[in-house]
Structure formats: structure tokens, C-alpha cells
């Protein structure tokens, strides 16, 4: 029997003209069959026979529907017997064993046949393997299920995030009005004030966690491998979270194990949200009680050690049925807790896959409702040689003194506020900060002045950020250079860093980021 590749192309000449009829039926790639008028089949085309593998003799009469898969097989049989019956035309679909006794997909099509006086002479019908087809179709239907899902989430996340943004916006906006039309002690206008802030970074926090979302989304986020110290990142993370703690009534501590080592190599900026996430959302869900980070080290190999936090809290706890839910984008675990703490939903998803990019792990270690929950970010790093193990507390750390202390610092920025913004900003740190208010000033104060580090705006009147940076790199190649920008978008990080400078840092920014961030780049120029 010919395989339908050995078929050869030049059959008009080869077949004999009498043939012809029974070699195109044969030879079409569809799987003919005839029946009796009993319903009894009597025919099956060659392409029948290579499909199924199985001799004529054994598929003819109804033997044939032995290979109908056994789920099909009734329905198949009633279907057939009652259109043979009735002499109905019908299309049905089934599945068939093939010779490999694998199960494909049929159509199958059939109608009666009738001889030139009207006489009945049984069936004649066909079957497709329509299997790739429906396999396309499942995929389709799953993938068009997949995109109704995400898109009633995405809905429900939008909604979400609006009602995130607002809510700060309204008071920022609200006590801003009232800040300028009535009049008020300098004790209230400051308590206004710190509101506005307080709002102003939970707005931004908002913002920056939907554009990384949409970075890990993309594959986009790498970890940086600079050398930090510990201590001062959890001192930053004890400053900041104390005060939150205490505006609940909570206890918040941070236990270190005897032998964490200070210097160590990984993405402290990274590390520092990761922290602030889990950190925040025990304040957020505990009413009663207290937040703690337990940090404990175990060393690996040579100069790796396993970093682990533990953010223990004493709150609402999360439900078994809910606790693989947290992790995945816009999980919450339900709309009257969302409803009640607020939230986005993106915080843990985003934490999970940065503890993944930094090459380590963040879980939920256990949860009770009512009781509490602990959560476990871990992380291998390297550690710098000499580094001491960290035996101070907190408080002795407090006192160290910061490591931008007697640093030069240029500004250069055409708005008053943000060069006065960020000269405060640094003002505590022991940095000198002088500012300039256009690129040509600031230019003729390079050449007059050596300073650590220039930190310029991008989108200033006269001459742009990139110019100043260009006409500075001309007389001076190594001082650090840092764009400060409004644009957070990847693609305006990126051509910052191409066109030569040494870091970008997204505007707007808080003191302590802005200071950890400046005190990084010269650490790094340092270490080069
Ligand atoms: P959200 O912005 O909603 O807090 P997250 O991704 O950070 O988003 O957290 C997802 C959900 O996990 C939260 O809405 C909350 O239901 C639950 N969750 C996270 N941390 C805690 C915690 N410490 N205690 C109780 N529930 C928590």
C-alpha cells in the first residue's frame, strides 16, 4: 500500500484511466468509508486502513467502532444509528485510535446515497483529523479565559490604585488650600505639614511600585552587587519605622544576631524595599501588640554567608485558604480587608521576585489569623574582607557619624525650591552643598572648584543637562555626575547612563533615599 508521500505526482500518466476513479479516493488524505443499508460499513479507502493500522477484515461491518475511544463510544453509536435509521445526513465529532494507538480527533461527515431510480443504498461519508485544530481551539479558549481573567483583576486593580491615589491626593491637596487661606500657629502648620509628606511619599511609594511592577513584568530588573554596610541600612530602616510603630501604639524591634558581618556586597537599595514592604504591611495589619525584624546570618562557602529577616508581627494573621494568594500580582486576600487597610496588592508580588533577582528567597514561615504572621526574606552575600561582625545596638550606631560628612556636593537646578529642597536635604549629613542656578554658572564653578560629586537637573532653560554634563567632562572625566530627573521611565534611565552619567535618580525623592543613594555612587567610586 502506496503512503501518501510515496504518491507520486505524475499519476495522469501513470494510472490507467479505469483506475483513476478508485486512486483518487484512495489517494486523498481524508478517511473514506461506505456503508449497507443496514447501517453495516463495506468500504474503508487506503487512507482509512494506514490511519488505524488495522486490516480491512477487522474494521468492516462495525468493527471499526471497536477504536472509538471508549468516553465517545455511546454517544457515537446512538448518533449513528439513529441517522442511519432516519437516513439523515450528520456531522459528528469523536475521537479514533490511530495506528500508533494514539487517540485523534474525527469530523465526520455522512449522507445517504440514492441510485438514478431512488432507490436507498446505504451511507457514504468521510472523516478529518481535525485533532491539531481543536488543540489550537482549547489553546485559544484557555488563552481568551486567561485574558478575561486578568482583565476583570487589572479592573478591579485599577479601581484599586485610584482609590490608593486619591486618598492622599485629596489630603494633600485639601490641607495645602488650607495651609494657604487660613491663618494658623506655626504648631498646626507644621503638623499640616508633616500630613502632606506623610501622603506625599505613600503617592509616590504607589507610583514607583506599579512602574517596577511593569519592569519585573518585562524581565527588567537586575541587582546591583555594591558593597554597603548593613548596619546602616537597618539603622535607616529603624529610624523610619519607629516613628510609624509608635503612631499605632506598637512596639517595633530590631534583634541581630552576635555575628552578622557590617560590609557586605549585594543591592542594598533592593534589600532596603523588600524590608520596607514586609515592614509596613505588619504595621499596617496589626492593631495590638509588635513588629519585629530578627536578622540572623549562616555562613555558606569562603566568603558567602545567608543573610535572613524575619518580620515577625503580633496582627490580623492571614487565613490558610489566602496564603498562596499573596504572592501572585494583585493578590489581597479579600475586598473588606482591602477595603479596610487599603493597599494595591502589588507590595509582595514585587518583594517576591526582587528576593528572587537578588538570588534569594521571601515566603510566608507562618500565619495564624488573630495572631499573627512571620514572614522570611533571604538573601546570600558576599562579605567584605574586614568587616567586622556587627556587636554595636542601634542606638550606639546612631551616633556614628554619616558618611557624607565633609563631602562637596554641587546642585544645579533652575528651580529655587528643589536647589533649597535638596541643600536641606543634605543639611544634617556634614556635606557642603553649594547649588547653581543654570549650567554656565555651574560650569564656571567646576573650573573654579573641585567638588565630590555634581548632582544636576535635566530639563533646565538655556543649557540641558546632558550639555552640562558634556562640557564638564571636557576639563574634569572623574568626579561623579548624577542626573536628577522627574522621568522615572527605564528608557530615560537608560539614555541618562549612556550619554556618560553616573547614576540617575528620579525626582521627586526623600532625604533618606537621596542621602543613601549619593552616599552609594561614592562608594563606589571609591572601591573602583
Ligand atoms: P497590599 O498593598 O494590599 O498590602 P501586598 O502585596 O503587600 O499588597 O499584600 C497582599 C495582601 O497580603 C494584603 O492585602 C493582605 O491581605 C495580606 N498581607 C500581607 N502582609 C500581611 C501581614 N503582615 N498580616 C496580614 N496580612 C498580610
Given at each position: 500500500?502506496?503512503?501518501?508521500?510515496?504518491?507520486?505526482?505524475?499519476?495522469?500518466?501513470s494510472v490507467q484511466p479505469k483506475y483513476l476513479k478508485e486512486y483518487v479516493i484512495d489517494s486523498l488524505p481524508v478517511l473514506i468509508w461506505?456503508?449497507?443499508?443496514?447501517?453495516?460499513?463495506?468500504?474503508?479507502?487506503?487512507?482509512?486502513?494506514?490511519?488505524?493500522?488495522?486490516?480491512?477484515?477487522?474494521?468492516?461491518?462495525?468493527?471499526?467502532?471497536?477504536?472509538?475511544?471508549?468516553?465517545?463510544?455511546?454517544?457515537?453509536?446512538?448518533?449513528?444509528?439513529?441517522?442511519?435509521?432516519?437516513?439523515?445526513?450528520?456531522?459528528?465529532?469523536?475521537?479514533?485510535?490511530?495506528?500508533?494507538?494514539?487517540?485523534?480527533?474525527?469530523?465526520?461527515?455522512?449522507?445517504?446515497?440514492?441510485?438514478?431510480?431512488?432507490?436507498?443504498?446505504?451511507?457514504?461519508?468521510?472523516?478529518?483529523?481535525?485533532?491539531?485544530?481543536?488543540?489550537?481551539?482549547?489553546?485559544?479558549?484557555?488563552?481568551?479565559?486567561?485574558?478575561?481573567?486578568?482583565?476583570?483583576?487589572?479592573?478591579?486593580?485599577?479601581?484599586?490604585?485610584?482609590?490608593?491615589?486619591?486618598?492622599?491626593?485629596?489630603?494633600?491637596?485639601?490641607?495645602?488650600?488650607?495651609?494657604?487661606?487660613?491663618?494658623?500657629?506655626?504648631?498646626?502648620?507644621?503638623?499640616?505639614?508633616?500630613?502632606?509628606?506623610?501622603?506625599?511619599?505613600?503617592?509616590?511609594n504607589i507610583i514607583n511600585d506599579v512602574l517596577d511592577v511593569s519592569k519585573v513584568e518585562a524581565n527588567k530588573i537586575e541587582a546591583e552587587?555594591?558593597?554597603?554596610?548593613?548596619?546602616?541600612?537597618?539603622?535607616?530602616?529603624?529610624?523610619?519605622?519607629?516613628?510609624?510603630?509608635?503612631?499605632?501604639?506598637?512596639?517595633?524591634?530590631?534583634?541581630?544576631?552576635?555575628?552578622?558581618?557590617?560590609?557586605?556586597?549585594?543591592?542594598?537599595?533592593?534589600?532596603?524595599?523588600?524590608?520596607?514592604?514586609?515592614?509596613?504591611?505588619?504595621?499596617?495589619?496589626?492593631?495590638?501588640?509588635?513588629?519585629?525584624?530578627?536578622?540572623?546570618?549562616?555562613?555558606?562557602?569562603?566568603?558567602?554567608?545567608?543573610?535572613?529577616?524575619?518580620?515577625?508581627?503580633?496582627?490580623?494573621?492571614?487565613?490558610?485558604?489566602?496564603?498562596?494568594?499573596?504572592?501572585?500580582?494583585?493578590?489581597?486576600?479579600?475586598?473588606?480587608?482591602?477595603?479596610?487597610?487599603?493597599?494595591?496588592?502589588?507590595?509582595?508580588?514585587?518583594?517576591?521576585?526582587?528576593?528572587?533577582?537578588?538570588?534569594?528567597?521571601?515566603?510566608?514561615?507562618?500565619?495564624?489569623?488573630?495572631?499573627?504572621?512571620?514572614?522570611?526574606?533571604?538573601?546570600?552575600?558576599?562579605?567584605?574582607?574586614?568587616?567586622?561582625?556587627?556587636?554595636?545596638?542601634?542606638?550606639?550606631?546612631?551616633?556614628?557619624?554619616?558618611?557624607?560628612?565633609?563631602?562637596?556636593?554641587?546642585?544645579?537646578?533652575?528651580?529655587?525650591?528643589?536647589?533649597?529642597?535638596?541643600?536641606?536635604?543634605?543639611?544634617?549629613?556634614?556635606?557642603?552643598?553649594?547649588?547653581?542656578?543654570?549650567?554656565?554658572?555651574?560650569?564656571?564653578?567646576?573650573?573654579?572648584?573641585?567638588?565630590?560629586?555634581?548632582?544636576?537637573?535635566?530639563?533646565?532653560?538655556?543649557?540641558?543637562?546632558?550639555?552640562?554634563?558634556?562640557?564638564?567632562?571636557?576639563?574634569?572625566?572623574?568626579?561623579?555626575?548624577?542626573?536628577?530627573?522627574?522621568?522615572?521611565?527605564?528608557?530615560?534611565?537608560?539614555?541618562?547612563?549612556?550619554?556618560?552619567?553616573?547614576?540617575?535618580?528620579?525626582?521627586?525623592?526623600?532625604?533618606?533615599?537621596?542621602?543613601?543613594?549619593?552616599?552609594?555612587?561614592?562608594?563606589?567610586?571609591?572601591?573602583?
Open positions: 500500500m502506496n503512503s501518501y508521500s510515496d504518491r507520486s505526482a505524475d499519476w495522469t500518466t461506505q456503508s449497507d443499508v443496514n447501517g453495516l460499513y463495506t468500504y474503508f479507502n487506503s487512507s482509512w486502513i494506514e490511519f488505524t493500522g488495522r486490516p480491512l477484515e477487522h474494521e468492516i461491518g462495525l468493527g471499526w467502532m471497536k477504536s472509538i475511544h471508549p468516553e465517545d463510544y455511546q454517544r457515537c453509536f446512538e448518533f449513528l444509528q439513529k441517522h442511519f435509521k432516519e437516513k439523515k445526513s450528520f456531522e459528528i465529532e469523536y475521537r479514533l485510535q490511530d495506528s500508533e494507538r494514539k487517540y485523534r480527533w474525527m469530523m465526520g461527515q455522512g449522507c445517504p446515497q440514492y441510485d438514478s431510480s431512488g432507490y436507498y443504498l446505504g451511507f457514504i461519508g468521510y472523516n478529518i483529523d481535525v485533532s491539531d485544530y481543536k488543540k489550537h481551539l482549547d489553546d485559544l479558549q484557555m488563552a481568551k479565559q486567561a485574558a478575561d481573567a486578568a482583565n476583570i483583576i487589572k479592573t478591579e486593580f485599577l479601581a484599586n490604585v485610584s482609590h490608593e491615589i486619591r486618598s492622599p491626593m485629596s489630603i494633600i491637596l485639601g490641607f495645602a488650600e488650607i495651609m494657604r487661606d487660613e491663618n494658623m500657629s506655626e504648631l498646626e502648620r507644621q503638623d499640616l505639614l508633616t500630613r502632606i509628606l506623610r501622603n506625599g511619599h505613600q503617592l509616590l552587587s555594591i558593597q554597603f554596610s548593613l548596619y546602616y541600612l537597618l539603622q535607616e530602616i529603624h529610624e523610619l519605622f519607629d516613628i510609624k510603630s509608635q503612631e499605632k501604639n506598637l512596639i517595633f524591634k530590631i534583634n541581630l544576631s552576635d555575628s552578622i558581618p557590617d560590609l557586605v556586597k549585594s543591592d542594598p537599595t533592593r534589600i532596603q524595599q523588600i524590608l520596607t514592604n514586609l515592614i509596613s504591611n505588619s504595621i499596617k495589619f496589626t492593631n495590638k501588640g509588635e513588629v519585629t525584624l530578627t536578622v540572623t546570618s549562616s555562613p555558606i562557602e569562603n566568603n558567602k554567608t545567608y543573610i535572613s529577616f524575619d518580620v515577625h508581627d503580633t496582627g490580623i494573621g492571614i487565613a490558610p485558604e489566602y496564603q498562596n494568594k499573596i504572592f501572585k500580582p494583585f493578590g489581597q486576600v479579600d475586598a473588606t480587608i482591602s477595603r479596610k487597610y487599603g493597599g494595591t496588592g502589588l507590595g509582595l508580588f514585587l518583594s517576591y521576585r526582587l528576593a528572587q533577582v537578588l538570588g534569594g528567597q521571601l515566603a510566608l514561615v507562618k500565619s495564624q489569623p488573630n495572631e499573627g504572621s512571620t514572614f522570611q526574606f533571604r538573601i546570600p552575600v558576599e562579605v567584605a574582607e574586614a568587616s567586622p561582625p556587627v556587636q554595636l545596638t542601634l542606638t550606639h550606631h546612631l551616633s556614628k557619624k554619616s558618611p557624607l560628612y565633609g563631602i562637596k556636593i554641587l546642585i544645579v537646578d533652575d528651580a529655587e525650591e528643589n536647589r533649597l529642597l535638596f541643600n536641606r536635604f543634605f543639611s544634617q549629613t556634614g556635606a557642603h552643598v553649594e547649588s547653581a542656578s543654570n549650567g554656565e554658572i555651574a560650569i564656571q564653578m567646576c573650573q573654579q572648584n573641585k567638588y565630590d560629586i555634581i548632582l544636576t537637573d535635566i530639563k533646565m532653560p538655556g543649557m540641558d543637562g546632558y550639555t552640562v554634563l558634556k562640557k564638564i567632562r571636557q576639563f574634569d572625566s572623574k568626579t561623579p555626575i548624577v542626573a536628577l530627573t522627574a522621568h522615572a521611565l527605564t528608557t530615560e534611565k537608560d539614555k541618562c547612563l549612556q550619554e556618560g552619567f553616573s547614576e540617575h535618580i528620579t525626582k521627586p525623592v526623600n532625604r533618606q533615599s537621596l542621602i543613601s543613594q549619593v552616599t552609594k555612587i561614592l562608594q563606589k567610586k571609591t572601591s573602583k
